[in-house]
């Protein structure tokens, strides 16, 4: 089993940023990409930024230029960071791992808790 623990959500004002953390933990064999997704009141959950083991990453068009994704493989560990933050970046982050047990598991896809982030204007 594997467990997503993330930080970093809060309020802060238009323009101000944050630094959300993800760690993961639990037993496998590689975590083949991270990422982050939110979801608004009455919204559908959508991929906000994501990286491979690689490094390669993406980053929806709404958020290029204002939040990086960049991970940590030897802590397991994911960040986002986000700067000149808008009202409309309000939501509840969720961080994502697709995680493989042996070499020829495609991977489980696992979600974290959800982090809070609100900014108000």
């Known amino acids: 089993q594997v467990q997503l623990v993330e930080s970093g959500g809060g309020l802060v004002q238009a323009g101000g940023s944050l630094r959300l953390s993800c760690a993961a933990s639990g037993s496998f064999y590689s975590i083949n990409a991270m990422g982050w997704y939110r979801q608004a009141p009455g919204m559908q959950r959508e991929l906000v930024a994501s990286?491979?083991?690689?490094?390669?990453?993406y980053h929806t068009n709404s958020v290029k230029g204002r939040f990086t994704i960049s991970r940590d493989n030897a802590k397991n560990t994911v960040f986002l960071q986000m700067n000149s933050l808008k009202p409309e970046d309000t939501a509840v982050y969720y961080c994502?791992?697709?995680?493989?047990?042996?070499?020829?598991?495609?991977?489980?896809?696992?979600w974290g808790q959800g982090t809070q982030v609100t900014v108000s204007s």
């Open positions: 994502h791992a697709e995680v493989s047990q042996n070499y020829y598991d495609p991977g489980t896809h696992y």
């Open positions: 990286i491979t083991i690689g490094g390669d990453t």
